[in-house]
């Protein structure tokens, strides 16, 4: 399995372990990882971003999670099969809770549409 590693670097490597702790405890291990954005209220994740995924993930619990799945799970309880979180600002870094909700990947390409997301590269220079 070559696990490929492409434009590395970007980010620190170095996953986050969180183990055997109280739910609420993870979540502010979480929340101290991301800097809050001043009016949009987003969360930003400063630590490990998928390198396939490029979606914030940690280990929790001896299992790999996506930050946001497990923000949004708590928030608002498991996701059905076929849900992932979407974030209602667009910013996929963001690991606020307010931001998440479920729904399916239909639902997020009509998001997408409504809104005319229509960024050229997800990237960190658009906010
Ligand atoms: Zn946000």
């Known amino acids: 399995m070559g696990r490929k590693r492409k434009g590395g670097g970007r980010i620190a490597r170095v996953p986050l372990w969180l183990r055997w702790k109280p739910p609420e405890q993870i979540m502010a291990e979480l929340e101290a990882r991301a800097i809050p954005v001043p009016f ?27 930050v946001c799945r497990y923000v949004c799970e708590q928030t608002h309880g498991p996701l059905k ?14 690991i606020a809770a307010e931001h998440l909700r479920p729904g399916t990947a239909i639902d997020n390409a009509q998001d ?16």
């Open 40 to 66: 949009s209220g987003c969360l930003i994740w400063l630590g490990d971003i998928g390198n396939t995924s490029g979606y914030p993930r940690a280990i929790i619990n001896n299992r790999g999670w996506l």
């Open 81 to 94: 099969p076929g849900q992932m979180a979407l974030h209602s600002c667009d910013i996929p870094y963001c």
């Open 112 to 127: 997408m549409v409504k809104r005319r997301r229509c960024r050229r590269k997800r990237g960190f220079q658009t906010w």
